[in-house]
């Protein structure tokens, strides 16, 4: 199997949530002479952004979005640590909560795969989060963008409160904040005033990215060559793109 071959093989089974086969084909990528950012830009994303348009169009659901987002999971696994090495520049940092009370982590996951496939570095506080151990995380941490998820309406309102709560510890002017869950609406999100609101973890790839003005921003990727400079949207190869 050459290089181009592995790639292939690597984007269907990202595409069909096949989780071994993904770990087995990282490893024989690397093996290669892949790196983790070839590995990662020309197969499994563009396999991830495919699961996320056929989820969108109706193709996919949660489970078979689910699948795929522990397969490409499984090779993060392999591959962040040697990216870290690598010296990859991430998009951005991006701080991820369930609201206090609320015990539900399958979207907040999801999205955190999403991102993290997409090129984010991620921060997972976890469910059942107080709003102090927000604060103290964003004050921290530092990121760029957080999220709040709740799948529970009698927990959608911690919403207001954290945002409130950053807003008093001056902590919200340097952060861009992004809410969703199951319950969760574009008006309910604007009238606690976050910046963004996602339906679903395709779209909060795509909301963080325009919050943080990402298109309009060039970032650089290292491989073992040279260091490419590229727009986020032009990254990913065209025969590893779609099928």
């Known amino acids: 199997m050459n290089k ?13 949530g ?6 087995d084909l990282t490893n024989k990528g690397l093996d290669l002479g892949l790196t983790p950012s070839e590995l990662l830009w020309d197969s499994m994303i563009p396999g991830l952004e495919e699961v996320g348009r056929l989820f969108e169009t109706g193709e996919y659901f949660v489970p078979e979005m689910l699948v795929s987002a522990r397969a490409m999971q499984s090779a993060m696994d392999i591959l962040t640590p040697l990216m870290e090495k690598e010296g990859t520049k991430k998009l951005g940092k991006f701080l991820m909560a369930t609201v206090k009370g609320d015990m539900h982590d399958i979207g907040k996951n999801l999205c955190n795969t999403m991102l993290s496939g997409a090129g984010f570095e991620i921060i997972d ?3 059942n989060v107080s709003p102090e151990v ?8 530092k990121p760029d963008c957080i999220g709040f998820s709740a799948f529970l309406t009698t ?15 001056n902590l919200r002017k340097d952060v861009k904040i992004i809410v969703g869950g199951a319950p969760v609406t574009k008006e309910y999100a604007d009238m606690c005033t976050a910046d963004g609101y996602a339906k679903n973890a395709t779209e909060c790839v795509r909301v963080v990215k325009n919050l943080l003005n990402i298109e309009q921003k060039n970032f650089e990727r290292n491989t073992d060559v040279n260091i490419v400079v590229d727009k986020f949207e032009n990254i990913v190869k065209p025969s590893h793109k779609s099928k």
Do not use: R
């Not at 927000?134 to 941490?141: E, G, N, P």
């Open 125 to 127: 506080l976890g469910i």
């Open 18 to 23: 096949n989780k071994l086969p993904v770990i």
């Open 155 to 169: 927990t959608m309102p911690m919403f207001k409160k954290n945002i409130e709560i950053l807003d008093n510890a």
């Open 134 to 141: 927000i604060a103290d995380s964003v004050k921290d941490k």
């Open 4 to 16: 181009d071959e592995l790639l292939d093989e690597l984007y269907n089974h990202i595409l069909e």
